[in-house]
Every structure is written in C-alpha cells, then in structure tokens.
C-alpha cells in the first residue's frame, strides 16, 4: 500500500519561493514516474508537473507553473520535491503527490492520497 507524506507549505508572498516534499513508502519508487498535483478551494484537483523514474529524468509541466516551477527526485531517500518560485496568488491550494500513469499524462496512477500540504500566497 503507498503511502504519501507531503510537508513544506506555509504562508507565503506573492514572488517568494518555497520548495515542498513528499516521502512516498510502501511501493518501489524506482519504478514509478512520479508527479505533483494541486487542488484550490471549490476547484477540481489539477496536474502540477511530473518527472520519469531515472535521475536525469524528463519532466512536464502545467502551462500555468512552466518556467517558475521544478520538479526533481531524490530515488535513494524515496523523496520527490516541487521548488516553487516567483509564488502567484492563483498558486495558493493544497498539494499532493502521485505516481503518475505515464510522462506526458496528466492522470494520477494510485487511488490513494496524502493529507497534501498547504501553500498560501497572499499579496
């Protein structure tokens, strides 16, 4: 059974960096590409980015974080990360991480999720 520890949101500044984590267990994290997702108040929950299995890993993004956000993998500590720059009000929402069906899909693999960690961006 997986399971998914997500922590590193706080309250932020619009333009301010943060960077969140996600300690996954349970599964083989080796074998998974791997992805953040967001879900903001009274929104569904939406892709964020994703990244392939190896270290040198490709990656995908979200048009709406592209070129603010990276996503990265520690696969020895079983660690995904999301550093997030240059923080917009729009980014504020809880985030969780999945695997994900495939790079270049925007669908989550496991049923089961995190408790998420919260990200507010205030002005």
């Known amino acids: 059974q997986v399971i998914q520890v997500e922590s590193g949101g706080r309250l932020v500044q619009a333009g301010e960096s943060l960077t969140l984590s996600c300690k996954v267990s349970?599964?083989?994290?080796?074998?998974?590409?791997m992805g953040w997702f967001r879900q903001a108040p009274g929104k569904e929950r939406e892709f964020v980015a994703s990244i392939y299995w190896s270290t040198d890993s490709s990656t995908y993004y979200a048009d709406s974080v592209k070129g603010r956000f990276t996503i990265s993998r520690d696969n020895p500590e079983n660690t995904l990360y999301l550093r997030m720059n240059n923080l917009r009000l729009e980014d504020t929402a809880t985030y969780y991480c999945n695997a994900m069906t495939g790079l270049g899909t925007t669908s989550p693999y496991f049923s089961s999720w995190g408790q998420g960690t919260q990200v507010t961006v205030s002005s």
């Open positions: 349970g599964v083989t994290f080796t074998q998974y590409v």
